[in-house]
């Protein structure tokens, strides 16, 4: 969905509102944080963090590599 929405000044910084069908959508809420990614596109905001896709990546090797090891743990 492609929403237009106008940017603000909020002392030094400026702001963008997101429309309340499309926060709602997104499981956004007053203070919460989202992430602003720079693209060759232009900005992408998301509620995900990009670092823990990486983290649970490198998991998911981890569980793979030790899996016998993790299995005996877990009794």
Known sequence: M?????????????????????????HVKPGDKVYAIETDRGVLLTPYDPNFEHALDAFQQVRRQYRNTLKRLAE
């Open 2 to 26: 492609v929403r237009e929405i106008t940017l603000r000044q909020a002392g030094g910084s400026v702001t963008a509102t997101l429309p309340k069908d499309m926060a709602d959508r997104l």
